[in-house]
């Protein structure tokens, strides 16, 4: 731990007060009963009032995947965005024959994500309590929608305070944008050159970004898929297959 921490980072070299956590897969996650594509769509249209069942949503998933493979329809790879998840979201209602894509119809389907089931990790809380026991703060930075801080705030917000939850939707700035980090760190009072650390599922939006758009002294990536032993990691960015490896990775930063 401490050699894949020190091999070359320099993280060690500097202090680290506060500690940043992406949300989505990295601290939570959503599941449905088979926890399928259609059927987390499906659930998301029902609540959005978009009459469409989970067949007719599959079907117009697997039309859009073929047409993407058949070089017909371009990709949307990026979904980070509102704008660039609405665009999704209109490729599936050409597919449905849905002629309503007004924005306030979109608004209101990507909203109905945070109402899916959300569940934390079994290490998500344990390591929020020990850093927070040990002086870190603590604040969340996500690409989410508004309706996503309730969420948050019931299943952790007795370990991160409310104000240190800092959402996309709700400042109109999403990852990996520079200022969204910024923002982020003047909430918590802390310079981002000096003391901050984002964990993140997404090597690229979240650590890579935090670093070099942000201005983060450093970005942890969670890879809890280890999926990512042999791949070249940029300076300054270390990863972890559990969130339970950080405090002791911080720890070794301050010794």
Request: glycine share 10%; with cysteine.
């Amino acid at each position: 731990m401490i050699d894949i921490f020190d091999n070359g980072s320099g993280l060690a070299q500097r202090p680290i007060e506060a500690v940043f956590f992406d949300w989505d897969y990295t601290l939570a996650y959503t599941r449905t009963e088979n926890n399928t594509a259609g059927e987390r769509l499906a659930l998301m249209f029902e609540l959005a009032g978009l009459p469409y069942t989970q067949s007719e949503i599959e079907t117009a998933l697997q039309r859009y995947h073929e047409d993407v493979a058949a070089g017909i329809m371009p990709a949307i790879v990026q979904q980070q965005k509102r704008r660039e998840i609405a665009r999704f979201y209109g490729r599936l209602f050409d597919y449905l024959g849905e002629k309503d894509k007004s924005w306030p119809t979109m608004e209101r389907l990507y909203g109905t994500y945070a109402q899916l089931p959300t569940y934390l990790y079994e290490d998500s809380r344990p390591t929020l309590s020990l850093l927070g026991q040990q002086g870190y703060k603590l604040g969340i930075l996500s690409n989410h929608s508004a309706s996503a801080r309730p969420v948050m705030e019931r299943l952790v917000g007795d370990l991160v305070p409310s104000r240190n939850i800092v959402i996309s939707e709700e400042i109109g700035v999403h990852k990996p944008a520079k200022t969204i980090f910024r923002r982020g760190a003047a909430r918590l009072g802390t310079r981002p050159s000096h003391c901050i650390i984002l964990v993140g599922d997404n090597l690229e939006v979240d650590a890579v970004g935090s670093v070099a758009l942000g201005g983060f002294c450093g970005g942890i990536w969670l890879d809890r898929s280890d999926s990512g032993a042999d791949k070249p990691l940029p300076e300054g960015i270390v990863r972890i297959t559990l969130l339970s490896q950080l405090p002791p990775l911080l720890a070794a930063c301050r010794s």
